[in-house]
């Protein structure tokens, strides 16, 4: 069974930290590209951010850079994004889903394969 479960969401205050770690099982972890995504009240999902398999190389929505890094531990199958200086604009629910596509950059929501359940995050000014 296939499962991608996102942890580590909750309330902080703007300027603060908050880790998010996506546990992945039931596939092929290196066939993969796990993303992270958010979805705020009323706006659509968005890519934050992800490692590209097709280069290896980290990319960020524009609106995190700086601020957001993304890593991945291959042995245990895991994606964390440690979210840093953050702002009541990036209050969500944060999932991370995995895609087999190939590409440089984030894969647009509809193309990943399988999604996690979102995790909370509250950012209070």
């Known amino acids: 069974e296939v499962q991608l479960q996102a942890c580590g969401g909750g309330l902080v205050q703007a300027g603060g930290s908050l880790r998010l770690s996506c546990a992945a099982s039931?596939?092929?972890?290196?066939?993969?590209?796990i993303g992270w995504y958010r979805q705020a009240p009323g706006k659509e999902r968005e890519g934050v951010s992800t490692i590209s398999r097709s280069d290896g190389r980290a990319y960020y929505a524009d609106s995190v850079k700086g601020r957001f890094t993304i890593s991945s531990d291959k042995t245990k199958n895991t994606v964390d994004l440690q979210m840093n200086s953050l702002k009541p604009e990036d209050t969500a629910v944060y999932y991370c889903a995995a895609t087999r596509t190939l590409l440089s950059g984030i894969a647009r929501p509809q193309w990943n394969d399988y999604w996690g359940k979102g995790t909370l995050v509250t950012v209070s000014s």
């Open positions: 039931g596939f092929t972890f290196q066939d993969y590209a």
